[in-house]
């Protein structure tokens, strides 16, 4: 069982890992909120960039995360499909198991704050762009005067004096 135990370390290791890139992915979509709310595509610029990273390095862990999961399943002569932490947490010792299970938790909650934030952010932008759509409706339409595209995203005819740009896209 000593290469089993030292599977489950590495395990507990790389959950650790994963947590640190989840808390530092959750600080940066926080950012990315700020950025979005002030305009700043030098920031958002930034964000994105070190958010691909963030999330390469999630990706990473987690393959390497399967790959523990696969190993022990075949120590255990058990499908790693199958396999969940709650099943390695009931075959471990509890010094194990402990830091196992709590890391699962902390995890998932990681990952639902994460996803929580990352559906406000795309509110603010949704907002955000419609209110530069309303801006430019309101830039190229001289009041009273009817649509400035066809549904078809054509111009309308007589409307060509007054766009910035002649067609839509």
């Not at 099943?87 to 938790?105: F, K, N, S, Y």
């Not at 009817?146 to 896209?169: C, F, H, I, M, Q």
Request: hydrophobic letters at 40%; aromatic letters at 2%.
């Amino acid at each position: 069982m000593p290469q089993t135990e030292s599977l489950v370390s590495d395990l507990i290791e790389t959950l650790d890992q994963e947590q640190l890139r989840l808390d530092a992915l959750r600080h940066l979509l926080t950012h990315e909120q700020e950025a979005v709310r002030r305009w700043s595509l030098d920031d958002l610029s930034a964000v994105t960039t070190t958010k691909m990273g963030l999330l390469e390095d999630l990706h990473t862990l987690e393959r390497r995360r399967a790959d523990l999961v696969a190993q022990l399943g075949t120590a255990w002569n058990q499908s790693p499909d199958t396999l969940t932490l709650n099943e390695i947490a009931a075959r471990v010792p509890p010094a194990q198991a402990a830091p196992l299970l709590q890391r699962r938790t902390e995890i998932r909650h990681k990952v639902q704050d994460a996803l929580v934030t990352q559906d406000v952010t795309q509110m603010v932008v949704a907002h955000a762009m419609d209110l530069c759509d309303e801006m430019m409706r309101l830039a190229n339409q001289v009041p009273g005067t009817g649509p400035l595209y066809s549904d078809a995203g054509l111009v309308t005819a007589g409307s060509e004096s007054r766009t910035w740009v002649n067609r839509k896209g």
